[in-house]
Nanobody
Framework: QVQLVESGGGSVQAGGSLRLSCTASGYMSNSRCMGWFRQVPGKEREGVAAIHSHSRITDYADSVKGRFTISQDNAKNTVYLQMNSLKPEDTGMYYC?????????????????WGQGTQVTVSS
């Protein structure tokens, strides 16, 4: 059973920064896709960023390119999302996700495991 636990959310003013962390436990493939998603009430969940554990290829939503960076520490089974130049529209619940394994990795891919989420609030 894979468990994902997010941390690092909070409240910041526009222009500020936050770093989210997602630590995984349980068996995970050495070749897997990890992603970050966000959702606000009344809207569909949006893919934000993804990274492949082996190739380290990344994918970003257009809305966050140049501001967010996804990275990983495989030794710690942890994925990070560094968020800079935050905007009010970045507000939402941020979820970490992982797939069972494979080589396909992008924000539109299928993910099998999900964390409980961490709230990010950006005020203007």
């Amino acid at each position: 059973q894979v468990q994902l636990v997010e941390s690092g959310g909070g409240s910041v003013q526009a222009g500020g920064s936050l770093r989210l962390s997602c630590t995984a436990s349980g068996y995970m493939s050495n070749s897997r896709c990890m992603g970050w998603f966000r959702q606000v009430p009344g809207k569909e969940r949006e893919g934000v960023a993804a990274i492949h554990s082996h190739s380290r290829i990344t994918d970003y939503a257009d809305s966050v390119k140049g501001r967010f960076t996804i990275s990983q520490d495989n030794a710690k089974n942890t994925v990070y999302l560094q968020m800079n130049s935050l905007k009010p529209e970045d507000t939402g619940m941020y979820y970490c996700a992982a797939d069972r394994g494979g080589w396909l990795c992008h924000i539109g891919a299928d993910f099998d495991y999900w964390g409980q989420g961490t709230q990010v609030t950006v005020s203007s």
